[in-house]
């Protein structure tokens, strides 16, 4: 599937985001095939929450993405898709079982070292 800006997906965070991310995002098969299955599996939109750093996050519990508002302004695009792809990378493992909160914690420390 590709995607337009018009998308449901996008709908809190149109206002931010421009042509430019939709490209980028409908240029890369495995990005559209993980917000294929996001929208279908969740049907949530990916919201926006207000700060000047860059980050985003994926939550297991409410099942939702968010990122900051920074991540979102067209002069961070590349950040955004970057963690977009991150983030989605925690929705696929959150569908495939999960890691707990120890994994998650180990690899934190494993991937310091």
Not at 4 to 21: A, C
Not at 80 to 96: K, M, P, S, V
Not at 99 to 108: E, S, T
């Amino acid at each position: 599937m590709s995607y337009t800006i018009d998308d449901s997906l996008f709908v809190n965070i149109k206002g931010y985001i421009d042509q430019t991310v939709i490209d980028i995002i409908n240029a890369s098969p495995l990005l559209c095939s993980l917000l294929d299955n996001y929208k279908n599996t969740i049907g949530k939109s990916i919201e926006p929450y207000d700060s000047t750093t860059i980050g985003g996050s994926y939550s297991p519990g409410g099942k939702t993405l968010t990122f900051t508002s920074e991540t979102l302004t067209p002069s961070h695009t590349q950040d955004f898709i970057r963690l977009l792809a991150h983030e989605l990378g925690h929705f696929y493992d959150d569908t495939q079982g999960g890691l707990n909160q120890f994994d998650y914690g180990f690899l934190d420390v494993y991937n310091f070292f």
